[in-house]
């Protein structure tokens, strides 16, 4: 096997590998609905003792 054939075959097996990845990759992608914050879907809890200071010297 020449030089020039066993570069054509590794460039053609390179991109057989990179186009399955892509193609799961495409199917088993990340979900269409963003997952919630930090932020969203909390429900107020009580509240605590540090939320209630307001530090040294203020009203």
Same mark, same amino acid.
């Given at each position: 096997?020449?030089?020039?054939?066993?570069?054509?075959?590794?460039?053609?097996?390179?991109?057989?590998?990179?186009?399955?990845?892509? *193609?799961? *990759?495409?199917?088993?992608?990340?979900?269409?609905?963003?997952?919630? *914050?930090?932020?969203?879907?909390?429900?107020?809890?009580?509240?605590?003792?540090?939320?209630?200071?307001?530090?040294? *010297?203020?009203?």
């Amino acid at each position: 096997m020449n030089t020039g054939l066993r570069i054509a075959a590794f460039v053609a097996a390179v991109a057989v590998v990179f186009a399955i990845a892509f *193609g799961v *990759g495409r199917v088993a992608g990340p979900d269409s609905e963003p997952t919630p *914050g930090p932020t969203t879907h909390q429900t107020p809890g009580p509240t605590t003792h540090q939320e209630e200071s307001h530090g040294e *010297g203020e009203p």
